[in-house]
């Protein structure tokens, strides 16, 4: 077995038992391999270990990545999603090669998402960053405004709101990692209160996944974890 099938073996190990040590009542979580910096062969040989879905974070690394995977024999078909920040002017490919978008933080790039979208396409799967570290971090829209921009984003025909993602402050710490997602999984709670159908939680990477899973994520996305150490981050 190669060593990235390994590591997700190891990955889906630690995902189960951190399921069942969830107070929560027993959910799915969906694995998110984050590629970024690897090359279509390491990707190739996760898609050959079952892996279906990858997140990137850079777009002309990504774009790249995404022809040569396409172009695969036999062909392989894998779910990509944008996991970066957003520049306006960067949008349309976006829109036009990814599945989901887990770094929406402003109504002005969901609108440009929704445009862009090729018509023939299912609406783009949308998850809204939110930042739950206050003043330590800059991205992600402020608890305070999550309901308006969940309002505009889920009244956009290209795009299908699907639910909340964050990047904590990194901690060492087990209880303060978990005190952050339950942040996180309140807001959550509170717009599905409210009436919107989200049914994801995206929160958790390789360092802090298992108090993801406990305070609920229903998906994490683990990077180093499967593909090793990266040159850069
Ligand atoms: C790089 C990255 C990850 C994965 O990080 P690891 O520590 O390698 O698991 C997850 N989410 C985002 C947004 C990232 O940029």
Same mark, same amino acid.
């Given at each position: 077995?190669?060593?990235?099938?390994?590591?997700?073996?190891?990955?889906?190990?630690?995902?189960?038992?951190?399921?069942?040590?969830?107070?929560?009542?027993?959910?799915?979580?969906?694995?998110?391999?984050?590629?970024?910096?690897?090359?279509? $062969? !390491?990707?190739?040989?996760?898609?050959?270990? *079952?892996?279906? /879905?990858?997140? %990137?974070?850079?777009?002309?690394? =990504? #774009?790249?990545?995404?022809?040569?995977?396409?172009?695969?024999?036999?062909?392989?078909?894998?779910?990509?999603?944008?996991?970066?920040?957003?520049?306006?002017?960067?949008?349309?490919?976006?829109?036009?090669?990814?599945?989901?978008?887990?770094?929406?933080?402003?109504?002005?790039?969901?609108?440009?998402?929704?445009?862009?979208?090729?018509?023939?396409?299912?609406?783009?799967?949308?998850?809204?960053?939110?930042?739950?570290?206050?003043?330590?971090?800059?991205?992600?829209?402020?608890?305070?405004?999550?309901?308006?921009?969940?309002?505009?984003? $889920? !009244?956009?025909?290209?795009?299908?709101?699907? *639910?909340?993602? /964050?990047?904590? %402050?990194?901690?060492?710490?087990? =209880? #303060?990692?978990?005190?952050?997602?339950?942040?996180?999984?309140?807001?959550?709670?509170?717009?599905?209160?409210?009436?919107?159908?989200?049914?994801?939680?995206?929160?958790?990477?390789?360092?802090?996944?298992?108090?993801?899973?406990?305070?609920?994520?229903?998906?994490?996305?683990?990077?180093?974890?499967?593909?090793?150490?990266?040159?850069?981050?």
């Amino acid at each position: 077995m190669s060593t990235i099938a390994q590591n997700l073996q190891a990955v889906h190990h630690n995902i189960v038992a951190a399921v069942q040590e969830s107070a929560r009542a027993a959910h799915g979580v969906t694995l998110l391999a984050v590629s970024k910096t690897f090359d279509a $062969a !390491a990707v190739l040989e996760a898609a050959r270990a *079952g892996q279906t /879905a990858f997140g %990137e974070n850079y777009l002309q690394e =990504a #774009l790249a990545k995404i022809a040569s995977v396409a172009a695969a024999r036999p062909p392989v078909l894998l779910e990509w999603h944008f996991i970066g920040p957003i520049q306006s002017n960067k949008t349309r490919p976006i829109a036009e090669h990814f599945d989901w978008v887990h770094t929406v933080e402003r109504a002005k790039i969901a609108e440009r998402l929704s445009q862009q979208r090729p018509a023939g396409l299912a609406p783009l799967n949308i998850c809204l960053q939110v930042n739950i570290s206050g003043e330590a971090s800059k991205s992600g829209v402020a608890p305070s405004d999550l309901p308006a921009l969940a309002r505009a984003v $889920a !009244a956009l025909p290209g795009l299908r709101l699907r *639910g909340l993602m /964050a990047i904590p %402050e990194p901690v060492d710490d087990f =209880a #303060l990692q978990r005190a952050a997602f339950a942040r996180l999984r309140h807001l959550y709670e509170q717009l599905r209160a409210e009436g919107f159908e989200l049914d994801t939680l995206s929160m958790g990477m390789s360092s802090d996944m298992r108090a993801a899973i406990v305070e609920g994520a229903t998906m994490v996305r683990v990077g180093s974890a499967i593909f090793g150490a990266r040159d850069y981050s």
